[in-house]
């Protein structure tokens, strides 16, 4: 069974060894699905549910990443192809299409 560490009402950790921790936090037993994304109110664990607008953040951060990995195509001193630059310029127009990263479809990076 897994173990959520807790502190001041967070799950700071969740794992499947307790280990000895200060007397400020706790172990205490949880769901086999809990993450420490979720909270504990009320000696209750509740599953983080995310906003609409959290959702979109995780998106355009996920994507900010996908487009920082290909920033170098479009150096001064390079050429980029034109798979790469319609790539990225999908990348940039995800979020016309998708709200979150639940149902997104990435474009294909190319080579």
Known sequence: MKQALILENKIVDVCEQT????ESMKWVECPDNCTTKWKYENEQFIENVYTDEEKLRDLRLARGTKL???DWWVLP???PTQEQLDYR?????????YTSLDNVVWPTKPE
């Open 19 to 22: 280990f000895e921790v200060h």
């Open 68 to 70: 920082r990995k290909t």
């Open 77 to 79: 001193d390079r050429t």
């Open 89 to 97: 310029q999908a990348l940039r127009d995800i979020t016309n299409t």
